[in-house]
């Protein structure tokens, strides 16, 4: 017997497919688009469907992290870049060949395929012993001990890149640093 719609395990299967239709849109909408901009607004639309699926599969910490750093720097900083960018650059215009598209379509329908083909009729092994459940007292735990220098290096080369950008945004367009 199937579950219903308005069973818990009925609104998980449309909640996970509302994920999945957000981050595919937001794939298309960053790869098919011809304005820089709307592309990075795909982009990060993109990514708050991924930490959505993290989510969705457990994961607050890695979900928090996905909107932190991909939506929240990586985004931010590529739009930061569009705006410093040299507006009157030459466009160059490249021709497409009509095949272009087809061909794409068809290696990445044979990839999809390949790709469900293994995964439906694959084999798979049991998963190994739980060692850490992925919660958020663990994975601190983790960094603040573990791998506190990792965590160190880390800060210190974000805020290098947080000084650099403010460097490049005081110098301006028209000014060499």
């Known amino acids: 017997m199937s579950p219903s719609l308005f069973s818990p395990e009925g609104l998980a299967g449309v909640i996970f497919l509302i994920l999945i239709g957000v981050t595919l849109t937001g794939a298309v909408i960053a790869t098919c688009t011809k304005r820089l901009i709307r592309s990075v607004t795909g982009l990060a639309i993109c990514f708050v469907g991924v930490a959505g699926l993290y989510y969705f599969l457990n994961s607050p910490f890695v979900a928090m992290m996905e909107l932190l750093i991909y939506v929240g720097a990586v985004c931010v900083t590529i739009a930061f870049a569009i705006m410093l960018a040299e ?3 030459a466009r160059v215009a490249r021709k497409i060949s009509p095949l272009s598209g087809s061909l794409a379509t068809i290696c990445g329908g044979a990839m999809a395929y390949a790709l469900g083909y293994a995964a439906v009729n694959g084999q798979w092994m049991a998963p190994a012993i739980k060692i850490n459940d992925g919660s958020v007292k663990e994975m601190g735990m983790s960094l603040l001990t573990t791998y506190s220098m990792v965590f160190e ?22 000014k060499q640093c």
């Open 87 to 89: 507006p009157n650059e």
């Open 153 to 174: 290096v880390v800060s210190i080369v974000l805020l290098l890149a947080i000084i650099g950008a403010l460097v490049l945004a005081k110098a301006g367009r028209d």
